[in-house]
Nanobody, 123 residues
Framework: QVQLVESGGGLVQAGGSLRLSCAAS????????MGWFRQAPGKEREFVAAISKDGGSTFYADSVKGRFAISRDNAKNTMYLQMNSLKPEDTAVYYC????????????????WGQGTQVTVSS
């Protein structure tokens, strides 16, 4: 069983930055493909970014490409999401997720989920 705990959310003005962290335990971190998803009120959960087991490959939703950066530190069992140039439409609960696949972008392929962290961007 994998446990995931997100941190780093908060309130920020438009144009600002935040860095989210996701700490994993319960399984060797390097055996997990990891991803970030978000869900705004009244909307479905959507893909944000994913990173392969070894960190060698990254993938982004078009809406965040060029503004967000996903990374991982396998020695620290932690994944990160650096979010820059934040917009009000980025407001959502952000979830980290883990899969046994090398990487994945569909939420259906992720087996483990964190509890989420709120990100609010004011205009």
């Amino acid at each position: 069983q994998v446990q995931l705990v997100e941190s780093g959310g908060g309130l920020v003005q438009a144009g600002g930055s935040l860095r989210l962290s996701c700490a994993a335990s319960g399984r060797a971190f390097s055996t997990l493909g990891m991803g970030w998803f978000r869900q705004a009120p009244g909307k479905e959960r959507e893909f944000v970014a994913a990173i392969s087991k070894d960190g060698g490959s990254t993938f982004y939703a078009d809406s965040v490409k060029g503004r967000f950066a996903i990374s991982r530190d396998n020695a620290k069992n932690t994944m990160y999401l650096q979010m820059n140039s934040l917009k009000p439409e980025d407001t959502a609960v952000y979830y980290c997720a883990a899969t046994g696949l090398y990487y994945a972008t569909s939420p259906r392929t992720y087996e483990y989920w964190g509890q989420g962290t709120q990100v609010t961007v004011s205009s």
